[in-house]
């Protein structure tokens, strides 16, 4: 059973940086989709960023793209998410997430069977 424990969270102002990490094991040593979802009081959960461990392919959500960076540790199995130019929406619970790679489907719109428990960001203005 794949494990993902996440940390990093915390209160920052916006305009500020946080990073997050997560923490992977039991990933079995095949091609894998590992990412960021967050999910902000009475809104939707929604995908943040995605990489392809085959390939190092990422996606990125549009309104994170230039400011986040997701990256991978292969060494530490741990997975990343730089999070630069914060705003008040970013302000959500983030989990990370992992499952094999499907290119056929869409990283943020498909179902995720390994998640973490989340991480709180919150982002004052």
């Known amino acids: 059973q794949v494990r993902l424990v996440e940390s990093g969270g915390g209160l920052v102002q916006a305009g500020g940086s946080l990073r997050l990490s997560c923490a992977a094991s039991?990933?079995?040593?095949?091609?894998?989709?590992m990412g960021w979802f967050r999910q902000a009081p009475g809104k939707e959960r929604e995908g943040v960023a995605v990489?392809?461990?085959?390939?190092?392919?990422?996606y990125y959500r549009d309104s994170v793209q230039g400011r986040f960076t997701i990256s991978r540790d292969n060494a530490k199995n741990t997975l990343y998410l730089q999070m630069n130019s914060l705003k008040p929406e970013d302000t959500a619970l983030y989990y990370c997430v992992a499952d094999r790679t499907d290119l056929g489907l869409n990283p943020f719109a498909r179902t995720y069977n390994y998640w973490g428990q989340g991480t709180q960001v919150t982002v004052s203005s």
């Open positions: 990489i392809d461990t085959g390939d190092g392919s990422t």
């Open positions: 039991r990933v079995p040593n095949s091609r894998y989709f």
